[in-house]
DNA sequence: ATTGAAGAATTGTTGAACAATTCTGAGATT
DNA sequence: AATCTCAGAATTGTTCAACAATTCTTCAAT
């Protein structure tokens, strides 16, 4: 849908217009704490938050060309932001620059997709072997009811990220702020060619049974063994992807 | 240092000076198809690169300020395309972004190191049990004797990059570009503080025996023994961090 | 000492400019 | 017809200068 003039949520049309409310009001009702915590990001970061949008919805497909001049159109931003903001996308590997040419929809050939798989069965694996808190395993539950809900309802959409909800929650036990960002960002990856995948509205579904066992099995304190059949799954989770691409 | 008005390597000290040299003499002579693989590093990059090796050198140390200004003077380059390669450095959490306040060179603080310990645990010892060919088993081989040769000449430096170098070519027994840019950020980030553990002139020494071992059992195909002896020592290696840095 | 407020310095962002590079579309050549 | 060449158009890479917003300093007044 082109998405148009809508410019960036929260910022005004144009450069001018009414200010200077935060600071004043802000600091003053909610103490200096909160105004700590405010932190408004930059220009840049909300053109990447909302590139990594569009990218994450498959609006923009992988290979497509990221313009800078009409990008800065579309969005009301200078292109030196523009720029900035891809330099965010490119070191997390959502889009690729080559020189003198642009930037460009990363696009995940069979050797990724492989290679995603192996840092999912690295990080994935171990975290759920390490186990969590009671909060953390509460959160996988969580995640795998989501995704039950999302069957129910026949919401794809919901389903794909409930099961990423689930795996991210795996990751999530190890408590490492470090570990979840790799995680995120591996995930983000693979959004960015799950839309193919999605046509089968079957896809997913799949994965319920599997997810629920794995649950149920780190519930039981089986870790070694929630190990083994998370590795199973990614396994052929992978073999799955596979087989949708160009082998 | 201060590095003063070096300017960037290759990189004339002003914007005006002898120009097109570069595309026409380098291309004649080194023929067209050295050319095609030479993509020259955009200027960005460099500067990202030229910082990079001054944080590994500790000439900028944690919680120094980089002024905009400064290093856009320093290394004759404008503020924009500074800005582009503080974006680089932030996003390999290299260094912190304070909205409005600037740019800092990151601060581990326990519990970072700590985080950092988890992501290398994860990683590494699943790379050691997943064991590797021939060649890269070979690597690790390399690295471990390559510490040796620096103990022998008494060479700190070279013996903490020998460290890293092992637990690189660790990591790189899963072939896996992933997880080998990870662990190369990773150990970018451990650079940023090992300058004060330096101080200790037999910090690294401590770890050659412990290397020797953890290879030659890789060697002798006794992949969940040497996980364990890794994963040994990187506990204690925390513990060291730990206690030469404030608890 | 604490507070406040002017002033200086710095970051965030823009817009315009220009060189270098790549892409495009004739037109010329075989 | 196929392909080569080359001028012109479009795009990226980079710089510069400006200005608003924010933070840091300083210094006086209480």
Sequence with gaps: M??????LPGLPGSIAAGRSKASGTAGAALGSAARLRVATPSVADRVAAELRL?????????????????ISEELGVSRNTIREAFAELAAERLVVRHPNRGVFVATLGPGEIHDVYTVRRFIEVSAIRGGGSPE???AVRAAVEEGKAAAAADDEEALGTANQHF????????????LNTIMAQVLAEMRLFFHKATVDA????????DNEKICKTLEAGQLDRAGDLLLAYLNNSEEKQRAVHGD
């Design 202 to 209: 079957h896809f997913y579904r799949s994965y319920l049974d």
């Design 136 to 138: 953390r395993v509460a």
């Design 54 to 70: 569009q990218l994450a919805e498959g609006l923009l497909l992988p290979g497509a060309r990221l313009t800078e001049s009409t």
């Design 2 to 7: 082109t998405s148009a003039e809508s410019g």
């Design 167 to 178: 795996h991210g929650a795996i990751v999530a036990l190890a408590e490492s702020r470090r």
